[in-house]
């Protein structure tokens, strides 16, 4: 971690927030941790004297935060319609400030397939990967990218339509599941190695990566139950990877949060590969969970910012594309 003061809330005055909407559910398929998320945020501002409301876009029209006066919005949206840039753009129409990074780079890194493109053009790893759109495609990836290798929806989160394919008879059921998500379907050379985490937060203009977060899940497989609904998962922060291989990983991070123009926060997910100890970006969040079993509020700790504290930077930091909405 670089640049970051845990003591930094104190200059915070909360009365100049406003009123504050925490957006939450929402219609991907995400609603529900979006709500775990959501009603964790809420609880934590209310904890700091911020005058903060559940609301949830599925139930009720955007245009009422204007009405009712809310000063600016927290994002815990996860997945399309609240992480893509599609909730950002609404907001930057009502002049609403909100949490995270704006309309271009949230719909960036949404698209796993445009981030990837972007990140091997500025030179940052990332595994190799193709385009598929049949179950013949995915055959042929399969032989180009080799066993095995992961099969997902280019525009989906949480590992919602992701297969670990090793051989070419799973290959149609993959993509036919994946397809299910999004029309575009990724599939991905997989890296064996330590899985990994890294979360970023801006303070004062600059992306500061929080520690490292190294998980094991039962059997290597870290699906949307292992995720968010079992307490098999084991979450290593700190990361026990030796120091200089998390501060490489900061450090790709921090490129990687700059590269798509982010701001504001986001968590990266990177696998270190086995064989050489190089690693691999994979995906970069740009509204990340904040339920009980998330991991930027564990990263969090360990820098020695407590959840309420972090949920109010986050908050501090809320802005709309030209910059305005910081206090």
Not at 122 to 144: C, F, M
Not at 185 to 208: K, M
Not at 246 to 262: N, P, S
Not at 287 to 294: A, E, I, K, R, V
Request: hydrophobic fraction near 40%.
């Amino acid at each position: 971690m670089s640049g970051l003061d845990a003591k930094a809330h104190m200059d915070i005055d909360v009365k100049a927030f406003g009123k504050v909407a925490v957006l939450m559910g929402g219609r991907s398929s995400e609603r529900e941790v979006s709500l775990m998320s959501g009603q964790g945020v809420l609880d934590a501002l209310r904890a700091r004297g911020v005058d903060a409301h559940a609301f949830d876009p599925a139930e009720r029209e955007l245009s009422a935060l204007k009405a009712e006066g809310f000063a600016r919005c927290f994002i815990a949206l996860h997945g399309r319609y609240g992480e893509d840039g599609t909730v950002q753009g609404a907001l930057e129409l009502l002049d609403i400030p909100y949490t995270g990074p704006g309309v271009m780079a949230s719909s960036i890194a949404m698209d796993k397939i445009m981030t990837k493109r972007i990140w091997r053009f500025e030179g940052l790893p990332t595994p190799d990967w193709r385009l598929v759109a049949s179950a013949d495609e995915t055959r042929a990836a399969l032989a180009a990218l080799g066993a095995p290798m992961i099969v997902k929806p280019a525009r989906e989160g949480s590992t919602i339509g992701l297969t670990k394919v090793v051989d070419a008879e799973q290959c149609a059921q993959a993509y036919a599941l994946a397809s299910q998500y999004d029309p575009e379907v990724l599939c991905e050379q997989f890296i064996d190695g330590d899985e990994t985490t890294c979360p970023v937060l801006e303070s004062a203009g600059r992306a500061n990566a929080l520690p490292v977060i190294r998980i094991v899940a039962p059997e290597g497989n870290y699906d949307y139950q292992n995720k968010y609904f079992t307490d098999t998962t084991q979450y290593h922060c700190p990361s026990g990877l030796p120091q200089s291989e998390e501060q490489d990983i900061q450090r790709i991070v921090e490129k990687a949060f700059r590269t798509l123009g982010c701001r504001g926060w986001a968590r990266a997910d990177i696998m270190v590969r086995a064989s050489d100890r190089k690693p691999f970006l994979l995906e970069i969040n740009t509204s990340p969970g904040m339920t009980s079993h998330s991991l930027v509020p564990m990263a969090a700790r360990a820098s020695g910012i407590s959840y309420e504290d972090l949920c109010l930077r986050i908050l501090a930091n809320a802005a709309l594309d030209g910059g305005t909405g910081r206090p």
